[in-house]
Structures are given as C-alpha cells and as structure tokens.
Nanobody
Framework: QVQLVESGGGLVQPGGSLRLSCAAS????????MGWYRQAPGKQRELVAR???????NYADSAKGRFTISRDNAKNIMYLQLNSLKPEDTAVYYC???????????????WGQGTQVTVSS
C-alpha cells in the first residue's frame, strides 16, 4: 500500500508564492508518473502539472510560466512551486502517483488527501 501526504497549502495574497510537497511512503518499486491536480468548488478536478519517469513535464495552460513541478527521486517526494498566484488558483490541490509495488506487478494509482490553497487579499 502506498500513502501520499501533502503539505504546504495555505492562505496567500495575489502575486504570492507557495511550495507544495507530496511525500510518498509504502511499497514503491517504480514510479511511472507523478502529478498535481486541483479541484475548485463546483468544478471538476483538473490536471495542473505532471512529470513522468523520463523527467519530461507537462503543464496546464493556466500553470505554464508560473508553476514548476519537481521531484526528489531518492526521497520519493514531489514538489509544486506556485508563483504569481491568482484568486482563480484557489482550490484543493491533490498529488497523484502511478507506479508499481514490485518488479512483478502490483500497480498502484495513489492519491493524497489534498491541501487547500486560498489566494485572496
């Protein structure tokens, strides 16, 4: 079983920055992809940024140029640096990791509990 714990959310003024962290623990043999999603009230969950095993990244158009996804492979921690935050970035942010628990299979698709980001003056 794989557990994800997010941290780093909070209240920030427009234009401010936050750094979200997602720490993974449990039986992890390999990771195929890691991503950050968000869900605002009344809206569907959407992809914010994703990084795959090769290191390639992709971002939602709303995140390009402002957010940066990164990872520490040795520690199984993923980060999302949020800069130039806007009120419309207000949402619960979730981390997601897809991988395998062993070389023989045991695929997993794990989600964190979410961390609230509120951008308001």
């Amino acid at each position: 079983q794989v557990q994800l714990v997010e941290s780093g959310g909070g209240l920030v003024q427009p234009g401010g920055s936050l750094r979200l962290s997602c720490a993974a623990s449990g039986s992890i043999f390999s990771i195929n992809a890691m991503g950050w999603y968000r869900q605002a009230p009344g809206k569907q969950r959407e992809l914010v940024a994703r990084i795959i095993s090769s290191g390639s990244t992709n971002y939602a158009d709303s995140a390009k140029g402002r957010f940066t996804i990164s990872r520490d492979n040795a520690k199984n921690i993923m980060y999302l640096q949020l800069n130039s935050l806007k009120p419309e970035d207000t949402a619960v942010y979730y981390c997601n990791i897809v991988g395998s628990s062993s070389r023989y299979g045991g695929g997993f698709d794990a989600w964190g509990q979410g961390t609230q980001v509120t951008v308001s003056s």
